[in-house]
């Protein structure tokens, strides 16, 4: 048997909240806050530690600056707050721990209006899980479906948003694929099939 190729350098990240700091307020914690970001893309989910409500979901682009790469900017493409024209702006400082600390503006939901105000939040990063086929091997997927919606003017048009997840094993099988899901269940596609990793 051939030896499989390396896998590319991940575009995926996963990341915790270790704290966030509204201006001049000193920082707390009040939430399990995990973020996943693929390539442009990022999902953020913000879980209450006291109620285990979902304090806030988000998910949308991740646009890093051209001209500065610590500079990040996220949409909110979906949001559970319905901010859907807002977007997050912060600026990404390594900190001597590996820590990243996150300066920035964005709406401050806990106060009437949502006002738009300065925080400092320090990121986590996590490491994945390692699979049996060793380190390096998880594969991160992003789906996209691009069409264009045709309304008639004064028409009415519905869009949806929506965020899905789930995780499953590819495993090579002669000329198509095979996806083995959890329980045992397969199904096959053919190989050529394009995919974001």
């Known amino acids: 048997m051939a030896p499989q190729p390396a896998n590319p350098p991940s575009d995926s990240r996963l990341s915790t909240r270790m704290s966030i700091r509204w201006i001049p307020e000193p920082a707390s914690e009040t939430t399990d806050t995990i973020v996943m970001s693929v390539k442009g893309w990022y999902v953020d989910l913000r879980v209450d530690k006291k109620s285990s409500a979902i304090d806030w979901a988000i998910a949308g682009q991740r646009i890093v600056d051209s001209e500065d790469s610590s500079r990040v900017q996220f949409t909110h493409e979906i949001d559970?707050?319905?901010?859907?024209?807002?977007?997050?702006?912060?600026?990404?400082?390594?900190?001597?721990?590996?820590?990243?600390?996150?300066?920035?503006?964005?709406?401050?939901?806990?106060?009437?209006?949502?006002?738009?105000?300065?925080?400092?939040?320090?990121?986590?990063?996590?490491?994945?899980?390692?699979?049996?086929?060793?380190?390096?091997?998880?594969?991160?997927?992003?789906?996209?479906?691009?069409?264009?919606?045709?309304?008639?003017?004064?028409?009415?048009?519905?869009?949806?948003?929506?965020?899905?997840?789930?995780?499953?094993?590819l495993v090579q099988d002669g000329k198509n694929g095979t996806l083995q899901e959890d329980g045992g269940k397969h199904t096959h596609f053919p190989t050529q099939t394009n995919y974001h990793q």
């Not at 998880?138 to 028409?155: D, F, P, R």
Request: charged fraction near 25%.
């Open 80 to 169: 559970s707050h319905n901010s859907f024209d807002v977007a997050d702006c912060g600026t990404f400082t390594t900190l001597p721990n590996g820590d990243e600390l996150e300066v920035g503006s964005m709406p401050r939901p806990d106060r009437p209006g949502a006002p738009v105000s300065d925080y400092e939040e320090i990121w986590r990063e996590l490491p994945f899980r390692k699979g049996a086929e060793g380190p390096g091997s998880g594969v991160s997927w992003v789906l996209e479906s691009k069409h264009t919606i045709n309304a008639n003017v004064g028409g009415e048009v519905e869009v949806a948003r929506t965020f899905l997840a789930r995780g499953e094993k």
